[in-house]
């Protein structure tokens, strides 16, 4: 079986950053250059946004 990867461009540092056809929307990926947190938006077509930093709550 053959897997498609798509190559997409780090919203970062432009880098290029490979998916595969196994990538869902809404996962949580790291760019291997700038190792920043992205964030797949959509799958058709593969895009990609800095994931949003979740706040501590300190316990509460």
Partial sequence: MTTTVTVVEC???GADVELDGTTLQGELIDCDDCGCELEVAS???F???EAP???EDWGQ
Wanted: hydrophobic share 50%; aromatic share 0%; proline share 8%.
């Fill in 11 to 13: 919203v970062v540092c």
């Fill in 53 to 55: 930093q979740e706040a």
């Fill in 47 to 49: 895009t990609l946004r």
């Fill in 43 to 45: 799958v058709a077509p």
